[in-house]
Structures are given as structure tokens and as C-alpha cells.
């Protein structure tokens, strides 16, 4: 039996939002994935200013992810896959929550709300890259319906990535 998935609430991130994903991310379980410690502050400054352009360029974006109260638990959204290896020119969808948050449902939620945004400005498809070892982000693409279509080797870490596609 499914559970009903978290009321999440989407926003393009505000210069706050940088010190609220620098303090929710600054944990190294949260980064495993993700470089593997935490990042400084100035990484999110750049990460939420560059994400307020997208906005006003595409429409889309990474999201803040706020809980029914208001709190910023992480981010999900889409942008360019921003190398050159992998999926180039593609829309990657992705998440990142705050430990506290994992296994509420809340990347389920925020994911599937961001599939309805970018359906209804007419992206056609999307991946999203994980790390083969990230099991809760590849159960996420499996809630969303997506399908592996390929496998990577990342370049600066050596690490297998598996490229997830959904046709919108």
C-alpha cells in the first residue's frame, strides 16, 4: 500500500536560500554522492544565483523544496546536464534533501511536482543521473517511471552513473 506523499511547496531560491541549502547539505551523507563533503558557502551562493537565471530563461529551475511549514528541506528542479560528457543537452531532473528529511517522501513529491511544471512548458524529455550506489535516488526514478537508458564512468570521480530517461 502507497502512502500519500508529503505537501511540498517549490520556489525559485532566494539569496536566503543559499545559507538554508549550505546548512541542510553540510553533512558528508548528504554529499556522499555529491563530491563527498560539504561544500562552502560561497558554492551555494553561486549555485542559487545561476538557478534565479535559469528561472528567467526557461522557466525552470533547481527549486527550494519547503516543507508544509515553511522550512527549506533541499532542492529539486531541472536544468542543462552542465557537462560534457554524459547526457549533453539534455534536461536533468534531480534532488537533495537534508538527512533529517530522507525517507518521508519528500524528493518523491518534489520530483513528481516538477515533472508537472516541465510538462506544462512543453520539455519533451528528461534524465536524471545517479551514482550506482545511490540507492534511494534510484528508487526515486523508479517512482517517477523513468527507465535506465545508459551507463557512464564519471570523469572525476571514476564511478559508474546510470542515466535515467522519462518521455514527458
Do not use: K
Not at 13 to 34: G, I, L, Q, S, Y
Request: glycine share 10%; charged share 25%.
Amino acid at each position: 500500500m502507497n502512502r500519500a506523499l508529503p505537501a511540498v511547496q517549490l520556489r525559485v531560491p532566494t539569496d536566503e536560500d543559499a545559507f538554508a541549502w549550505h546548512r541542510v547539505f553540510d553533512d558528508p551523507e548528504v554529499m556522499e554522492f555529491h563530491g563527498g563533503r560539504s561544500a562552502e558557502l560561497s558554492v551555494y551562493e553561486e549555485l542559487t544565483a545561476r538557478q534565479r537565471r535559469h528561472d528567467a530563461e526557461r522557466g525552470f529551475c533547481l527549486w527550494s523544496v519547503l516543507d508544509d511549514s515553511g522550512d527549506v528541506v533541499g532542492f529539486t528542479g531541472a536544468q542543462p546536464w552542465p557537462h560534457e560528457w554524459g547526457p549533453s543537452g539534455e534536461i536533468e531532473i534531480g534532488w537533495r534533501l537534508g538527512r533529517a528529511h530522507w525517507g518521508r517522501g519528500y524528493a518523491s513529491a518534489a520530483a513528481g511536482a516538477t515533472l508537472e511544471r516541465l510538462r506544462a512548458l512543453g520539455v519533451p524529455h528528461v534524465v536524471a543521473m545517479v551514482d550506482v550506489r545511490n540507492e534511494r535516488s534510484i528508487a526515486v526514478t523508479r517512482r517517477l517511471g523513468m527507465r535506465l537508458a545508459e551507463t557512464f564512468v564519471t570523469p572525476s570521480s571514476e564511478r559508474e552513473g546510470r542515466c535515467y530517461r522519462l518521455d514527458l
